[in-house]
């Protein structure tokens, strides 16, 4: 991309074209200043075909704030958008609309309530709430979801993959098959989510770690091709990298040649003092040959170098991988969990592309506006009765259970007292028949969900580091039942509406449903 | 994302870490420039699940050579370079090798060969070749495969999804969905292959193309929570926007609500003497609801008027919703072919994130390297033996037959008189006994497909429009056999070897083996 094509798209422009047309319809009709509520919130977990997740990790809070601070329409989108031409020819936005994008949009004009980064997430449960002008929440709908759909989605890749992994190290691989400038979002919310290292050099900088990688099938090509063989490569990288000797040893054939020529090198560093790190894996049947290749390190004396696995790696692959190791080491005399936690994973594609589910279905809806300065909730009814909206201004809150489990995330309206509520009630989002009542003792403690981070013009919220993200996660990992972890078919974690939020949404939804058919002259 | 982690993960440090680390082993060895070739090529089309691509479009070329300028080691990047540790705490990077990376490191340096954007291109056949300094042509892998997989993969899925259109317009409507600033790519891809606009306003403006887009249901909702209605809604949006009215009609319901509000705006419209544009349907069963909106709208004299379909649409969500109007439409008097001329198609997550297949297997491979002024094929044996390369100094042909289609691509040695040679003989790249002789005869015309890109330090190509490409795209369409356009179970296009290159292939893979078999003591 070109860094001008880069400007125009990532700054005020990275919106669609239709929150511009709205904005200056509000403008013209007096409403762009009316203050409105909207919630961003996601639908369902990513659903990847044969498996999908129990729970999402939260990603892009942080990068969403340093938009907001580019999101300027400076003289140079104010000309753009004058250039802009109606069908007939005329001018698209009028002079009068641009004047006040151009002196009174301020992004800080709005209040910003959020869940913090690396905190699980459920479905329907706002993450991002925008309380502010109408016309401003409406512009920066587009730059909010596509900076925190795709984070949440690859954090939520990574927390599976990484918890596949029964706590080894995960590297982020793939910069390749990314989609271009997105890896670097995507690189970010990986190491939020689970992956410790990326191979992305220019993106670990950015985010303080150290980019991880050896060397690729095309170094010991390059020997080959030059008469000299697999030997000759692994000697010259151990030369020059004595202290971080990491071997790829599948280019010709990792059991007759990759390995034994790897050990060569290993036991010619050894003798020079030096500790050899690892041997890397990237094709054939990961699960037998990192066995095997385990076997021969042990034997020739080196039984703590690591084994990496890489080559089109997911959560599934590598709990398959390990079933197998754990069902087939020991009858080559090798420990299987001696050797799982010698293994280090490396995920490309499959990481950064979420396959199977490439893309969080999360919206971005308008559910108050305020009216001489009393707040409506607004409802878009939908046919499917789970895409009604939750109405209203809200409040989200966490519940645990007595063994400190989560065990519900409960919507509520502004100002319910919650935390003193007993028996507190909680409705299923749309059937009427589903509630549970929990009394005081079955509740350990309460907990708020959104922190407020722009608040009357100032941002009041000071970002964690992505080592405190990752520690957020960890604990509310820890926080959630095994049933809601699993990678298959996990349980569905509870989220509810307070009794009073239920009564609200019926409530609209009777009478819009009464205005429609009078209107509908049904 | 901040402006400087945009800065550092978008120029030189867009790569792998072990491209540096093999770079610095080069340098150290003396083979840092030492010419080598390397070709861009992807091993299969895009595999959707269940259906998948005969063919990609190109894209991304003009996109690498923009990355190409901004590669450039500047003091920052040696800086943060040098400050990297070996796991003793010593430099990782030497200062001899910075120096080098500082000073010489040159992208110009490179020969580029390339199939122009917009061109088709398949499976196997070198996209991208380049030529030039080992350890230049290593560094740039990543960007280089960054750049293009994703363009490719976007290109080639609007290339399909305009195909089910039938040649209405379609417009990118996935900024929302996007993968972070990956927008900015995936829209200019989307251009290339398919979509006539997007609704992408920065984006759009980058390259050259006037955004599209109306109003959501979201400003509806706003009418409706200030006790107004629908009907002042779409009035609103006729005042302030009378000759691009385009009217969302199913926030509250489509047909008894929706359509008869817009006809009452788009009637008002016309007493003005304003052409009203169209409506757009975004939920619900497209097929029948767009079958029924046409019938009121052609009742109340508004025929031309477009109708606007989203909400989920793919290649075959818009097949089957025009099967189901051909099938459906006359039982309510509304002319099917009439109906899908009116059509306008906007299509968000399934093309920007191709849905079904999220990367391209894009690769890029080390194929010949020069010693004492010799090329040296060289190979990478995969026990998959469709993995195993097709080595050398390579040239890439598309031959046409009588009926003006491209009957095959072929791949030869550099060399070799393809024009001249009769019979001209194909074979199958992995399987001996598949090959195909054709005679003059038979033979329209042969084509080379790489042009020169970047000869001897100096760009020698000029980029063409997106336009243009599109009618490269358009042109190389048409010259496929309708098998191969296929939205499901294309037919398979031959891509062929010449006989010299099978020849070279074999003996190298002989030659392999025997190597291995010794060194490896079988």
Redesign the interface.
């Known amino acids: 991309?070109?860094?001008?094509?880069?400007k125009?798209?990532?700054?005020a422009?990275?919106?669609?074209?239709?929150?511009?047309?709205?904005a200056?319809?509000?403008y013209?009709?007096g409403?762009h200043e009316?203050m409105?509520q909207?919630d961003h919130f996601y639908r369902s977990n990513p659903d990847y075909?044969f498996h999908k997740a129990g729970y999402c990790v939260n990603a892009g809070l942080e990068?969403i704030l340093?938009?907001l601070d580019?999101a300027v329409f400076g003289p140079a989108e104010i000309e753009?958008l004058r250039s802009?031409?109606?069908?007939?020819g005329?001018q698209?936005f009028g002079d009068d609309f641009l004047r006040w994008l151009g002196h009174d949009f301020d992004t800080k004009a709005i209040n910003l309530f959020a869940m913090p980064e690396g905190r699980v997430v459920h479905p329907n449960v706002p993450i991002h709430v925008v309380e502010g002008p109408?016309a401003i929440g409406?512009i920066i709908?587009?730059g909010l979801?596509?900076?925190a759909?795709?984070?949440i989605l690859i954090a939520t890749k990574a927390a599976r993959i990484k918890q596949s992994t029964r706590g080894q190290v995960l590297m982020e691989?793939g910069?390749?098959?990314?989609?271009?400038?997105?890896?670097?979002?995507?690189?970010?919310a990986a190491l939020i989510g689970g992956a410790d290292f990326s191979?992305?050099?220019?993106?670990?900088?950015?985010?303080g770690f150290?980019?991880?990688?050896?060397?690729?099938?095309?170094?010991v090509?390059?020997f080959?091709?030059?008469g000299e063989?697999?030997l000759a490569a692994f000697r010259?990288?151990a030369?020059?990298?004595p202290?971080?000797c990491m071997l790829l040893v599948d280019?010709?054939?990792t059991l007759?040649?990759g390995v034994?020529n790897a050990i060569r090198v290993f036991e010619e560093l050894k003798r020079k003092g030096h500790?050899p790190?690892g041997i890397r894996l990237d094709?054939?049947d990961l699960a037998h040959l990192s066995i095997l290749a385990a076997k021969m390190l042990n034997d020739a004396g080196f039984p703590d170098v690591s084994i990496v696995l890489s080559n089109d790696l997911d959560e599934l692959v590598i709990w398959q991988i390990l079933t197998q190791i754990q069902e087939e080491a020991e009858r080559y005399g090798v420990d299987p969990e001696k050797l799982i936690k010698r293994l280090v994973y490396g995920v490309g594609?499959h990481l950064?592309?979420?396959?199977g589910d490439?893309?969080?279905?999360?919206v971005?809806?308008?559910v108050?506006?305020c009216?001489d300065g009393k707040w409506?909730?607004?409802?878009?009814?939908?046919?499917n009765v789970d895409k009604t909206l939750n109405p209203g201004n809200k409040r989200v809150w966490r519940v645990y259970d007595q063994r400190g489990k989560a065990t519900a995330d409960l919507i509520t309206l502004q100002g319910e007292d919650i935390l003193n509520q007993s028996p507190l009630e909680l409705r299923h989002p749309t059937m009427a028949t589903k509630r549970r009542s929990l009394c005081r003792e079955e509740i350990d403690h309460v907990e708020k969900l959104l922190v407020p981070v722009i608040l009357d013009g100032e941002k009041v919220y000071e970002s964690p580091t992505i080592e405190q993200m990752r520690e957020t996660r960890q604990k509310d990992i820890d926080h959630l039942d095994p049933g809601v972890l699993r990678i298959m078919n996990p349980h569905i974690y509870h989220v509810s509406l307070s009794a009073k939020l239920w009564d609200l949404k019926q409530s609209l939804i009777k009478k819009?449903r009464d205005?429609?058919s009078v209107?509908?002259?049904?």
């Open positions: 991309m070109k860094p001008d094509e880069i125009w798209a990532s700054g422009l990275m919106t669609d074209q239709y929150q511009l047309t709205m200056q319809l509000y013209r009709m409403l009316t409105a909207f075909g990068s340093d938009w580019q753009y802009q031409k109606s069908a007939t005329g698209l109408l409406q709908e587009t979801l596509n900076t759909n795709y984070q691989f910069l390749r098959r990314a989609q271009s400038l997105g890896a670097i979002a995507g690189t970010r191979s992305n050099v220019g993106a670990s900088h950015a985010f150290p980019p991880k990688g050896t060397h690729a099938h095309s170094m090509q390059v080959m091709g030059l063989g697999e010259a990288y030369d020059v990298y202290d971080d280019t010709i054939d007759q040649s034994p500790r790190v094709s054939g594609t950064i592309t979420s396959t490439p893309a969080l279905d999360g971005y809806k308008l108050a506006i009216q409506i909730p607004t409802l878009k009814i939908s046919e819009a205005e429609n209107e509908g002259g049904m």
